[in-house]
């Protein structure tokens, strides 16, 4: 019988053990995505990871689709949820966060193999899996970076033990236990993301310490990172920063007022990426303030506010936690400033180097600061910034300026130009993440970056040159 292509790859297809896993696999403890201990938890992920190491590509896809398709209704909830519990951020910002986590994240894709032929044959530097990861998540985008580092994870190859922060545990363990689910709907194995049941600190440190943890990705402030680089393994650091942001005397201002207000009031400035100190040139520092007003932007701007201001949100103790991802409105009115309406941010401006600038925030309050020139105007970008080597942005006209600055910066997202969520593909090209890898090097992380660059050489076979 004359068989065509057509149906020799529906054949093919047809032999689900070629593209997909035919059993179930459960794990043997019987217990599925959250664990009383972390050790239970670790061991069930390596369990997961030992039957997905031996699944085709196509596995990893269809857990990726699987995830996308199964918690796309979802994401309201998700965002309400996550709101509700940390009191921080507003929910509409956060739906979009979510959507961009889990559309906008790459999968399998990702994974581009390199390969050199010659005389001598050919070799290959493939992206292969670190076996079970431990991630760190933060509170400030608690399921935006699990649904983010689950696709990027698992199309690596990997499986996850999460530790969640403790202040979003509910919404976390709850966005875990509904992906395990969604992946095992897919491909049949459980356990391939795993978290404890009541995470803590204490649990965070069990899991950075536990042997079958192959590499640490950290989500959150400086304190943890440092934790976690101590441990010896191999880490993934995705810290703190104090994205400054230069608007220079060529800029279009109207388009930079429209941008930084979109950048900055973004979840009420809780992204790592949001914009948190203004850095302008002299000349056009009223008119960019008054862009920042025509954008919903409030302006305080008699000493008595400022002072009032400044009190509220800074303390002897450093920022004032309960301001942190406060909207506009509560803040101006703890601070004793009235206030009518909902404003979108609050602009004031201080000197180069007030506490203000130099700390970051995580809280629509955008302080100002005037330069003299744009050569001032980067000095003070480069202190604001403070060697995080995470964010920064720059609008100019003059590509010289920007092209220095850009260099000068070193920061591993530099945005030109736009608002600074451009920097994670959101209304902009390029892909989205929720964990910018910083003092370690990695930046903008997607699959590859949670994966091992593995050589692969068949001597003198394989040049058809
Ligand atoms: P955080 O540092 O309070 O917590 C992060 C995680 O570390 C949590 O899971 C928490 O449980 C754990 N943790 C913190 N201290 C610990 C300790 N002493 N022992 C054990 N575990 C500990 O961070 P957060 O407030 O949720 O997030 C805000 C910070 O994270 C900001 O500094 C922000 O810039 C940073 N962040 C960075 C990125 C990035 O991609 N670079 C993304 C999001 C947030």
Same mark, same amino acid.
């Given at each position: 019988m004359n068989k065509n292509v057509e149906s020799i790859v529906a054949e093919i297809l047809g032999q689900s053990s070629v593209f997909e896993s035919t059993t179930a696999r459960?794990?043997?403890?019987?217990?599925?995505?959250?664990?009383?201990?972390?050790?239970?938890?670790?061991?069930?992920?390596?369990?997961?990871?030992?039957?997905?190491?031996?699944q085709p590509l196509a596995s990893r896809?269809? =857990?990726?689709?699987? /995830?996308?398709?199964?918690?796309?209704?979802?994401?309201? $909830?998700? &965002?309400?949820d996550a709101h509700v519990e940390t009191g921080m951020g507003n929910i509409a910002d956060k739906i979009n966060k979510n959507k961009a986590a889990l559309f906008n994240t790459p999968g399998v894709e990702d994974l581009e193999t390199r390969a050199i032929t010659g005389d001598g044959?050919?070799?290959?530097?493939?992206?292969?899996p670190y076996g079970v990861i431990g991630s760190i998540t933060p509170s400030t985008n608690p399921t935006e970076t699990i649904i983010n580092n689950t696709i990027s994870?698992?199309? =690596?190859?990997?499986? /996850?033990?999460?530790?969640?922060?403790?202040?979003?545990? $509910?919404? &976390?363990i709850w966005t875990i236990e509904k992906i395990e689910q969604l992946i095992f709907d897919a491909i049949g194995i459980r356990n391939m993301?795993?978290?404890?049941?009541?995470?803590?600190?204490?649990?965070?440190?069990?899991?950075?310490?536990?042997?079958?943890i192959a590499l640490l990705a950290v989500?959150?402030?400086?304190?943890?990172?440092?934790?976690a680089m101590q441990t010896g393994k191999k880490v993934i650091g995705a810290g703190e920063g104090n994205p400054p942001v230069i608007v220079d005397e060529t800029a279009d201002i109207a388009k930079a007022g429209a941008d930084i207000v979109a950048g900055a009031s973004l979840d009420y400035n809780l992204p790592c990426i949001a914009e948190k100190a203004v850095v302008v040139v002299d000349s056009v520092a009223d008119k960019l303030l008054t862009e920042f007003t025509k954008n919903g932007a409030f302006w305080v701007n008699n000493p008595a506010d400022i002072s009032k201001l400044k009190q509220a949100v800074l303390t002897e103790k450093g920022v004032n936690k309960d301001y942190i991802g406060k909207s506009p409105r509560t803040i101006l009115e703890g601070a004793g400033i009235a206030v009518s309406g909902e404003p979108r941010l609050v602009v004031v401006e201080v000197a180069k180097d007030d506490p203000l600038m130099m700390r970051e925030q995580l809280m629509p309050v955008l302080p100002v600061a005037r330069t003299t020139d744009f050569d001032d105007a980067l000095a003070t970008a480069l202190n604001v910034e403070g060697g995080c080597l995470h964010t920064a942005a720059m609008h100019s006209q003059n590509v010289s300026r920007l092209n220095k600055a850009a260099k000068a910066m070193r920061t591993s997202i530099f945005v030109k130009n736009g608002p600074s969520f451009a920097g994670i593909g959101v209304g902009s090209d390029g892909f989205t993440t929720f964990t910018i890898a910083t003092p370690?090097?990695?930046?903008?992380?997607?699959a590859r970056s949670f994966a091992r660059l593995r050589r692969c050489v068949l001597n003198e076979a394989f040049n058809i040159r």
């Open positions: 459960v794990s043997s403890s019987g217990d599925y995505a959250s664990f009383a201990d972390v050790d239970s938890a670790i061991a069930a992920a390596k369990e997961a990871f030992n039957t997905f190491n031996q896809q269809k =857990a990726i689709e699987g /995830i996308k398709s199964g918690l796309a209704g979802f994401i309201e $909830k998700l &965002s309400e044959g050919i070799t290959l530097f493939e992206y292969a994870m698992i199309a =690596a190859g990997n499986t /996850i033990c999460y530790s969640p922060h403790p202040g979003a545990a $509910k919404v &976390s993301i795993v978290c404890v049941k009541q995470p803590s600190f204490d649990s965070t440190k069990a899991m950075m310490s536990n042997p079958d989500t959150g402030g400086p304190g943890i990172v440092k934790m370690t090097g990695e930046g903008t992380t997607s």
